[in-house]
């Protein structure tokens, strides 16, 4: 059963991670990104694949490993979502937290 209680389809569908990465980059032809949008609002469990890939798509950028055109398409969505500026951010605090030596406190006036 589906988010809303209708039966699935004797067929199950996948949807790759790079498919919710295009998706997520607007990446996607007209067709394809409705059959996502409208998966989406029948299945929980895809949203939580696409929540998956915007944190692979934020370490890709954090760690300089999108393609060019990746690349400007994440920034362009950067530039339209402060939520994901936040994620971003949160993810790049997190990163320097952990690779802090440890033992090294964190300054206090700040």
Do not use: K, N, Q
């Amino acid at each position: 059963m589906t988010a809303r209680g209708t039966p699935r389809p004797a067929v199950e569908y996948v949807i790759e991670p790079e498919v919710c990465a295009r998706y997520l980059l607007a990446d996607l032809s007209d067709d394809e990104r409705a059959f996502v949008e409208a998966w989406l609002l029948e299945d929980d469990e895809l949203f939580e694949v696409i929540v998956a890939a915007e944190h692979d798509l934020i370490d890709e950028y954090l760690d300089g490993v999108l393609t060019a055109e990746g690349l400007e398409r994440f920034e362009g969505l950067l530039d339209r979502s402060d939520g994901l500026a936040r994620r971003v951010e949160f993810s790049r605090a997190l990163r320097s937290f952990v690779s802090r030596p440890r033992g090294r406190r964190p300054d206090a006036s700040h």
